[in-house]
């Protein structure tokens, strides 16, 4: 059985393991989602086995502390990678200034098979943000104000942005270069009740060319829609986005009809009437759940500090001791090994 | 529109990092000459480094090398008045473009090649090795406009320096050891031997050579580990196989690999040597060589 574990730990079997390690590497490159997930998945396994066994089994390891920590510190980060890939969340949101998180909002979601429920205790109300810009439209920061509930009734005010995410429940929230304008429109059908939502514009600036959108109101004609925004935009100087100094004409083509709306104004159409209230903006946000990220981090740097600790005791105490008793030259042992 | 002409106007910080250069070319034509006018005497076989670098003659500055030193700290001064000048101008580090990467990495290998040329006297004929290897990224970044630059808003995060940092001293161990490694396969030139007779011995450098490498892997380790914080910070996830991410993955397998195979078996010392050049192109490549296949260095990097 020990022969079995020494040959499951031994080196030669590390060096194929991260030779196959190397070779998946180099196939996910660019393109994770398009590939095998085993061409990662087998190697990771059979060097989490052959680290576990060389762990348990050589001495060369185990009888040295700073080796012993930084390989179970490689052995923990490949165990908490494999938990956090089975228990992660990755998706999308576009979320409306002034309205509430919704988990059903979310889109492109990929998650791992044991991702718990967390997300319905998420509660947040999208504000105002603003993007700042260089001459030549490079964007600069972005400012988003989020509202969050402060656990006593009421809601208090944070700002996020880049790189510093709105982080809730273990769930965080990134602002992207992914933001918007979208005009509120009432909906009011011949028959029934009236309706109020938002159209999500194309991604401003980006496509500040192609600010339109299409909508089929229920009993009604499809109906296309065209945004004529005033923002202040310039390519030359320093520019601020901001939605609250945003105005916009909102364009309204149903067959052959136009008709150009302000906010508050109405347009009579088959089945029901429009109505224009007002402008507001929209915030894509990148959302990212992963329990282990903090015990990756430790496990990491921990790992490190076991090596550093290794190197330490094997030149640095020794560098010392040589240089203090003055060591003069002796006769040469030819060795490939590390002296 | 900025002509050619516009922008080196602007650029205040070039006559600072043409004099750099210039001291890290003297530099590098000294070491040369040093070694070649050097007696040819035998510095006799080593066991070990720890023997050589506590012996007289492991201690000892020979006649050049003192002028090499002083050329190298003089050129690391004066790209980091390069480097401050365009800081102030421009507001911001140099972490943008390919010039600012070259100029802040003439400067780091500079400033750690000086200290190992300092500290550790059996490395100091490698700088005939390591010196011209610093001055292909000089004849680079003369080739090259020094564009101002805006901060993307994702660098604006401690992380980015910590991450930066620690690439800067992984590249600058890896030249040194590369140094040593390139010593370790001239001696084996019947034209360049003679350059290295008062060298101690190629054990003597291969284990020299092998810590530096082990003390770079360590030093990628912390690098990896700091960029996938803040790539977690910037742009919401701490991996996604990105030119850079991957490449210098693979760049850390392969310094982790050349490790375990020359702390467990017997490499011989000309393997060795080429594996530790292997690390360092490889290493090059990942740092200078990504942006050319790849349209962003890191996923989602503005």
């Not at chain 1, 600790?309 to 090994?337: I, N």
Request: proline fraction near 5%; charge should be positive.
């Amino acid at each position: 059985m020990k022969k079995f574990l020494r040959a499951l730990g031994s080196i030669r079997l590390a060096l194929v393991g991260m030779v196959l390690l190397g070779v998946g590497a180099a196939l996910s490159y660019d393109n994770p989602a398009g590939t095998p997930v085993w061409v990662l998945v087998v190697p990771l396994a059979l060097l989490a086995i052959n680290l576990f066994c060389a762990i348990a089994t050589n001495p060369r390891i185990n009888r040295r502390p700073g080796l012993l920590v930084f390989h179970l510190g490689l052995f923990a980060i490949i165990v908490l990678a494999g938990i956090g890939r089975l228990t992660h969340l990755d998706a999308q949101l576009e979320i409306t200034e002034g309205s509430a998180f919704s988990p059903g909002e979310l889109t492109e979601v990929k998650k791992g098979p044991f991702h718990g429920e967390g997300l319905s205790k998420v509660a947040f109300i999208q504000g105002n943000y603003t993007v700042e810009y260089n001459a030549g439209l490079v964007r600069g920061l972005t400012h988003s104000q989020v509202l969050i509930p402060d656990g006593r009734g009421g809601v208090m005010s944070r700002v996020v942005g880049d790189d510093r995410p709105l982080v809730l429940e273990g769930y965080r929230f990134y602002t992207t270069y992914n933001k918007g304008f979208a005009p509120v429109l009432t909906w009011t059908p011949d028959q029934g009740e009236s309706m109020t939502g938002t159209i999500h514009m194309p991604s401003y600036p980006l496509f500040d060319y192609k600010q339109d959108s299409t909508w089929t109101p229920p009993g009604g004609k499809p109906l296309r829609f065209w945004l004529r925004l005033d923002t202040g935009l310039r390519q030359d100087a320093a520019w601020l986005l901001d939605g609250k100094k945003a105005s916009g004409v909102l364009v309204v083509n149903a067959g052959e009809r136009r008709v150009e709306l302000l906010p508050g104004q109405s347009v009579r159409l088959e089945g029901g009437s429009l109505r224009y209230e007002r402008l507001t903006s929209w915030m894509g946000y990148k959302v990212f759940y992963d329990p282990t990220l903090r015990w990756l981090f430790i496990a990491a740097v921990v790992s490190i500090m076991g090596l550093g600790a290794h190197f330490w005791r094997k030149f640095g105490v020794r560098m010392q001791r040589t240089h203090e008793s003055s060591v003069t030259d002796t006769p040469v042992a030819s060795s490939g090994r590390m002296p | 529109m900025n002509t050619i002409g516009d922008i080196i106007g602007r650029a205040t910080e070039l006559p600072w990092l043409w004099a750099g250069l210039a001291a890290y070319g003297l530099a590098t034509i000294v070491a040369i000459a040093g070694v070649m006018r050097m007696p040819h005497r035998a510095v006799g076989a080593m066991a070990a480094y720890d023997s050589y670098a506590a012996s007289e003659k492991g201690r000892a500055w020979h006649g050049h090398e003192k002028l090499v030193l002083t050329l190298v700290v003089s050129g690391v001064a004066l790209i980091t008045i390069a480097l401050a000048e365009r800081w102030v101008r421009i507001g911001h580090g140099p972490f943008v473009n390919l010039f600012e990467l070259l100029m802040s990495q003439l400067f780091s290998l500079g400033l750690i090649f000086a200290i190992a040329y300092w500290r550790v006297p059996a490395m100091r004929a490698s700088a005939v090795v390591a010196l011209p290897l610093i001055w292909v990224l000089g004849i680079w970044v003369l080739t090259l406009q020094p564009v101002d630059t805006p901060l993307p808003p994702t660098y604006h995060n401690d992380w980015l320096w910590a991450h930066v940092g620690l690439g800067k001293i992984f590249l600058s161990l890896c030249l040194v050891g590369t140094g040593l490694a390139g010593v370790i396969l001239l001696r084996h030139s019947e034209r360049f031997a003679p350059w290295f007779r008062h060298v101690p011995a190629n054990e003597v450098l291969d284990g020299l050579a092998w810590r530096f490498m082990l003390l770079a892997f360590i030093f990628h380790s912390l690098m990896l580990v700091a960029g996938a914080v803040w790539a977690q910070d910037a742009w919401g996830r701490y991996w996604s196989w990105d030119a850079l991410e991957t490449s210098s993955f693979l760049n850390w397998l392969l310094l982790g690999m050349g490790l375990h195979a020359r702390f467990t078996y017997r490499v011989p010392l000309r393997a060795g040597a080429v594996l530790i050049i292997a690390v360092f192109v490889f290493a090059f490549f990942t740092y200078f060589g990504t942006p050319f296949y790849s349209e962003a260095a890191h996923k989602g990097v503005i």
